[in-house]
């Protein structure tokens, strides 16, 4: 009697070990294993053992309970291991842990000079404008001479600009590359008669070493406009238009008298500076405006270089450099950040304003 009781009260504690098992690590649950179920001196084995000591009629109750608890037991040792072996096989393949979060994926953007190239040229373009093209190797007479540079012109010294150590083509002169995109100015003239308007980027080289506002190599965008009666006016609207466009509508805009030998009147354009508003800062060295671009009335002579007669037809020329002016939108204080591939300075511009403000 005292022998049933006894066992039956046994199997009661083991039973509430069962719940235990879902929280055991591999050894904890087969350390649990060995206590409960193990062959020499697990408990439940030891019930189990004792059984035929006890009466017939006991014997039977205390026997299925005890065989249903073992049973039991069996089953929630079983899913313990296989859930265990699943989590380890998880972590051995290949490292791959569901939990974790994705990982980005690397998109490269638009270099920022490149950004603000094209929306230089998107401004242009959506007034009527075409894109045109010139070679990097230029002559001397379409570099220097057909722009109605004087012969001895210092731009012309072997100090200022790269020649090519080539033989010289003639009439033309010098190889050299191109210290501006004037030359294309011509090219653009002897490829078309007007009206003509076209905006043509393109590298420039000079012979500057870099510091942190020179470049041996450069962007430049020039800009032609050919036609019949075309005057100062035109000049000014569209640069003008162009500056609010790029800048901001209520943008200041000065034009200041300058020189050029390929234009006649030439002058500068500047805008209130971006980054002080015109009141005057480091960046505009106190002045409040930022100088962006030369331009002028193509000259007669050139006009008529370019196969155009220049008695009756008239034009403007513009020339910019799109690194400078996007130095001065984005405060960068050193041209040669836009060479370096320095990603942690690249990555503040992508995704950046692309064409005219829209997503490329
Ligand atoms: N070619 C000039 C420069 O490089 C800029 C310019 C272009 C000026 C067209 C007037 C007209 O400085």
């Given at each position: 009697m005292s022998d049933d009781s006894e066992l039956a009260g046994l199997l009661e504690g083991l039973r509430r070990r069962l719940a235990d098992l879902p929280g055991l690590d591999a050894a904890g649950l087969e350390e649990a294993h060995r206590e409960?179920?193990?062959?020499?001196?697990?408990q439940l084995t030891e019930v189990l053992k004792r059984l035929p000591q006890l009466a017939p009629e006991a014997r039977r109750t205390v026997g299925a309970a005890a065989n249903t608890l073992r049973l039991e037991f069996e089953a929630a040792f079983e899913a313990r291991r296989a859930e265990l072996r699943a989590t380890a096989a998880q972590a051995a393949s290949s490292g791959i842990d569901l939990t974790m979060p994705g990982r980005g994926r690397w998109i490269g953007g638009e270099h920022p000079a490149t950004q603000v190239m094209e929306e230089i040229l998107g401004i242009f373009r959506s007034l009527g404008f075409t894109i045109a093209v010139g070679p990097e190797a230029e002559t001397e007479r379409y570099n220097f001479g057909a722009l109605n540079f004087p012969a001895d012109h210092p731009a012309m010294d072997m100090h200022d600009t790269l020649y090519l150590d080539l033989p010289p083509a003639g009439e033309e002169g010098r190889w050299l590359?191109?210290?501006?995109?004037?030359?294309v100015q011509l090219r653009a003239m002897l490829a078309s008669q007007p009206p003509i308007r076209v905006v043509a980027p393109g590298m420039v080289y000079r012979k500057d070493t870099f510091d942190p506002s020179h470049a041996p190599a450069f962007a430049q965008i020039e800009g032609l406009v050919v036609d019949e009666g075309i005057s100062f006016v035109d000049l000014k609207a569209t640069l003008i238009h162009f500056a609010r466009r790029f800048f901001s509508p209520d943008t200041a805009v000065r034009f200041r008298p300058s020189y050029f030998p390929f234009t006649e009147p030439s002058a500068e354009m500047d805008v209130g500076c971006q980054l002080c508003g015109g009141k005057g800062c480091s960046a505009c060295k106190g002045t409040g405006w930022m100088e962006i671009l030369g331009c002028g009335m193509v000259h007669p002579a050139v006009l008529a270089n370019g196969g155009i007669d220049p008695e009756r037809y008239t034009g403007f020329a513009f020339g910019m450099g799109p690194q400078r002016i996007a130095m001065l939108r984005y405060a960068v204080p050193d041209i040669r950040l836009f060479y370096e591939g320095d990603m942690r300075f690249l990555e503040q511009f992508r995704g950046g304003r692309g064409a005219g403000g829209q997503t490329k």
């Open positions: 409960i179920l193990g062959r020499k001196s697990g590359l191109r210290t501006h995109t004037s030359p």
